[in-house]
C-alpha cells in the first residue's frame, strides 16, 4: 500500500466543517473514506457515511458531540445525510450511523422533550437500480430515516437541489448559506459535488481527489463533468476564460486525500491530463505500425504511451487508455474492428 501523509481522524476544517475519517485505508481509499459534517452546530448535514467500519462510529461520535459546538438538545445531531454516489466505502456506513443518531437521542440528559426526528437520506437517483445499494437500503430499520411522501428511503438529488446549513453567525455572504449540488457523472451515473458557500468549497468526491488521480466510468461525460465544475467556478468568465469576478470556489473537499487549497487549479489539471492522454493515443494511432501486421491494439498503445514506465504498470494503465479509445469511438474519430483499433479516415 502505498504511504500518504497521515490525517487525523477527526479535524475541523473550517468553523462550519469538520473531517471525520472512514477508518479504510488502502491503495484506491488513500488514508480512507473522507466524510464531512457540516454547520455551525446540531443539526448537521452529513456528506457520506464511509464503508461500515466499526471504528468509524466512536470517531462520528466524537465530533457530533464535541463541547466546543454549540448544542441544541432539541435538534437531532444530523438532520440530512447525503451520500455522493453508490460506492460502497461511501454509503455501507449507513445502518450503524443511524443507530448511533438514535442512541445519542434516546441517552441526552437530561432527556429530550421533543420527539426524535430521523434524518433524510439523499442521492442522486441511478438511471437503473444497483443491486448492491437496494440491499443497503433494504436493510435499514424502519424508524431510523424520514422517508419521503411516497414511503421510499432516499429522497432524490438532482442538479441545482440545495440543502439549508446550520449557522449562527451570520454575515452577507452567508445569510442564504446553502449547500448546492452539482451532477457531476463520469465515476459513477450518479455522482455528485457540492457547492459550498460559507467556505468558498467544492466537495468533489471522487471526482477529484486529494492525491493522484481518479478512475472513471465514461470518460466522455467525466471529461464533460470536470468542464462544468470549471465553468460553475467562474462564471462571469468570457470566452477566453478570464473575468473580472473571483472563482465561485478554490478549495477542494475530496472524497478521498487532503484538503487542496488550489483547488480549481487541481479541477483544470484533471482536466488538461485527460486531454493530453487522448491527444497521445490518437498520435500513436497516426504512426506506422512498424511492422505490427495486427494493427494497433489496446496493448500496443499501451507500450507506446508507458514505455518509460514500469511494466507492472501497464495493466491498470491498458483500462485507462481503453476508455480513452471508447470515447473516441463515441466521439466519431477512432474505429473498432476485434481488437484493433484506427483512425476513422483510415
Known sequence: ??????????????????????????????????????????????????????????????????????????????????????????????????????KLWDTQQPAPTTPYRPPRIHKIPLPSPDPRFTALIDRLEPGSYTPTASGTAVHDLSDASTLPITLISRSPDTDHAAVRVLHTPGHTDDSLCLYYPPDRALFTADTVLGHGTSVFEDLGTYMASLRKMIAFATPAAGSDGASGEPPLYQTVYP?????????????????????????????????????????????????????????????????????????LVADGVVEQNGSVWELKDH
Not at 500518504?4 to 471525520?20: G, M
Not at 490518437?282 to 512498424?290: H, I, K, S, T, Y
Not at 483500462?319 to 479509445?325: G, M, P, T, W
Request: proline share 6%.
Open 255 to 327: 472524497g478521498h486525500g487532503p484538503v487542496v487549497a488550489e483547488g480549481l487549479a487541481k479541477v483544470t489539471t484533471y482536466l488538461k491530463h485527460r486531454v493530453e492522454r487522448e491527444e497521445q493515443v490518437l498520435r500513436v494511432l497516426e504512426q506506422d505500425l512498424d511492422g505490427f501486421d495486427a494493427g494497433w491494439t489496446t496493448e500496443k498503445i499501451v507500450a507506446i504511451i508507458y514505455a518509460k514506465y514500469p511494466k507492472e504498470l501497464w495493466g491498470p494503465a491498458a483500462h485507462s487508455v481503453e476508455l480513452h479509445l471508447k470515447k
Open 1 to 102: 500500500m502505498e504511504v500518504f501523509e497521515t490525517l487525523p481522524s477527526v479535524a475541523r476544517l473550517s468553523k462550519t466543517v469538520t473531517r471525520v475519517l472512514g477508518q479504510n485505508p488502502g491503495n484506491f481509499t488513500l488514508q480512507g473514506t473522507n466524510t464531512y459534517l457540516l454547520g455551525e452546530r446540531n443539526p448537521y448535514i452529513l456528506v457520506d457515511t464511509g464503508e461500515g467500519r466499526e471504528e468509524y462510529i466512536p470517531y462520528l461520535q466524537e465530533a457530533l458531540t464535541d463541547t466546543t459546538h454549540e448544542h441544541d438538545p432539541a435538534e437531532p445531531h444530523i438532520s440530512d445525510v447525503i451520500l455522493t454516489h453508490r460506492h460502497h466505502d461511501h454509503t455501507e456506513g449507513l445502518p450503524s450511523v443511524l443507530a448511533l443518531l438514535r
